[in-house]
Protein backbone atom coordinates (compact mmCIF):
# COMPACT_ATOMS: atom_id res chain seq x y z
CA UNK A 1 0.00 0.00 0.00
CA UNK A 2 1.51 3.41 -1.00
CA UNK A 3 2.19 6.01 1.52
CA UNK A 4 -0.82 8.28 0.14
CA UNK A 5 -3.01 5.63 0.38
CA UNK A 6 -2.18 5.21 4.07
CA UNK A 7 -2.34 9.16 5.43
CA UNK A 8 -5.62 8.97 3.68
CA UNK A 9 -7.05 6.08 5.45
CA UNK A 10 -5.30 7.60 8.95
CA UNK A 11 -7.21 10.98 7.68
CA UNK A 12 -10.38 9.43 7.84
CA UNK A 13 -9.61 7.95 10.85
CA UNK A 14 -9.44 10.64 12.59
CA UNK A 15 -11.75 12.39 11.43
CA UNK A 16 -14.48 9.83 11.71
CA UNK A 17 -13.63 9.28 15.59
CA UNK A 18 -13.26 13.37 16.04
CA UNK A 19 -17.00 13.15 14.89
CA UNK A 20 -18.01 10.52 17.08
CA UNK A 21 -17.84 13.32 19.88
CA UNK A 22 -20.61 15.26 18.18
CA UNK A 23 -23.99 14.93 19.68
CA UNK A 24 -25.93 12.19 17.53
CA UNK A 25 -22.83 10.85 15.89
CA UNK A 26 -21.22 8.41 18.44
CA UNK A 27 -21.88 5.24 16.13
CA UNK A 28 -18.96 6.94 13.96
CA UNK A 29 -16.87 5.94 17.06
CA UNK A 30 -17.60 2.11 15.82
CA UNK A 31 -16.93 2.21 12.22
CA UNK A 32 -13.66 4.46 13.13
CA UNK A 33 -11.15 1.88 13.71
CA UNK A 34 -11.31 0.24 10.32
CA UNK A 35 -9.37 2.60 8.44
CA UNK A 36 -6.92 2.38 11.13
CA UNK A 37 -6.35 -1.38 10.86
CA UNK A 38 -6.18 -1.05 7.24
CA UNK A 39 -3.79 1.60 7.23
CA UNK A 40 -1.12 -0.26 9.69
CA UNK A 41 -1.87 -3.75 7.06
CA UNK A 42 1.99 -5.03 6.27
CA UNK A 43 3.75 -2.64 8.10
CA UNK A 44 6.83 -3.34 10.69
CA UNK A 45 6.94 -2.55 14.02
CA UNK A 46 8.70 0.92 13.42
CA UNK A 47 6.38 1.87 10.45
CA UNK A 48 3.41 1.24 12.65
CA UNK A 49 4.76 3.14 15.53
CA UNK A 50 4.68 6.05 12.94
CA UNK A 51 2.13 5.64 11.17
CA UNK A 52 0.04 5.27 14.65
CA UNK A 53 1.25 8.24 16.32
CA UNK A 54 0.50 9.84 12.86
CA UNK A 55 -2.97 9.25 12.89
CA UNK A 56 -3.05 9.61 16.86
CA UNK A 57 -1.40 13.30 16.56
CA UNK A 58 -3.78 14.52 13.78
CA UNK A 59 -6.93 13.21 15.55
CA UNK A 60 -5.97 14.80 19.21
CA UNK A 61 -4.79 18.27 17.22
CA UNK A 62 -8.75 17.89 16.63
CA UNK A 63 -9.67 16.88 19.45
CA UNK A 64 -8.11 19.42 21.87
CA UNK A 65 -8.34 22.72 19.42
CA UNK A 66 -10.97 23.83 22.15
CA UNK A 67 -7.42 24.46 24.14
CA UNK A 68 -6.70 27.21 21.51
CA UNK A 69 -9.88 29.14 23.22
CA UNK A 70 -7.89 29.59 25.92
CA UNK A 71 -5.79 32.23 24.07
CA UNK A 72 -6.57 35.22 25.90
CA UNK A 73 -5.95 34.02 29.19
CA UNK A 74 -2.51 31.77 28.32
CA UNK A 75 -1.41 33.78 25.77
CA UNK A 76 0.84 32.07 23.56
CA UNK A 77 1.65 29.26 26.31
CA UNK A 78 -2.05 28.28 25.22
CA UNK A 79 -0.47 26.59 21.89
CA UNK A 80 2.45 24.37 23.62
CA UNK A 81 0.05 22.83 25.98
CA UNK A 82 -2.09 21.63 22.83
CA UNK A 83 0.66 20.23 21.02
CA UNK A 84 1.80 18.61 24.03
CA UNK A 85 -0.70 17.04 25.48
CA UNK A 86 -1.82 16.27 21.42
CA UNK A 87 1.67 14.29 21.26
CA UNK A 88 1.12 12.45 25.04
CA UNK A 89 -2.59 11.63 23.87
CA UNK A 90 -0.92 10.19 20.63
CA UNK A 91 1.28 8.11 22.04
CA UNK A 92 -0.92 5.22 22.54
CA UNK A 93 -2.15 5.17 19.07
CA UNK A 94 1.77 5.01 18.26
CA UNK A 95 2.20 2.15 20.31
CA UNK A 96 -0.94 0.16 19.12
CA UNK A 97 0.18 1.10 16.00
CA UNK A 98 3.75 -0.90 16.63
CA UNK A 99 2.27 -3.82 17.77
CA UNK A 100 -0.57 -4.67 15.17
CA UNK A 101 2.40 -3.62 12.90
CA UNK A 102 4.36 -6.43 14.42
CA UNK A 103 1.90 -8.44 14.29
CA UNK A 104 0.72 -8.12 11.21
CA UNK A 105 4.16 -8.84 9.53
CA UNK A 106 4.35 -11.69 11.61
CA UNK A 107 1.38 -13.06 9.94
CA UNK A 108 -0.50 -13.77 12.99
CA UNK A 109 -3.58 -11.69 12.91
CA UNK A 110 -5.58 -12.34 9.34
Do not use: D, N, Q, T
Not at 7 to 14: N, R, S
Not at 23 to 30: C, D, K, R, V
Not at 89 to 100: H, N, P, S, Y
Request: hydrophobic share 65%; with cysteine.
Amino acid sequence: MSRWARALLLIVFAVALWGAFAPGWGWLAWLAPAPFFLALRGSGLKRGFLWGLAGGLLFFLLELSPILVLWPFLGALSVPAWLSLSLYGALFFAVLGAMVGWRRRRGSCG
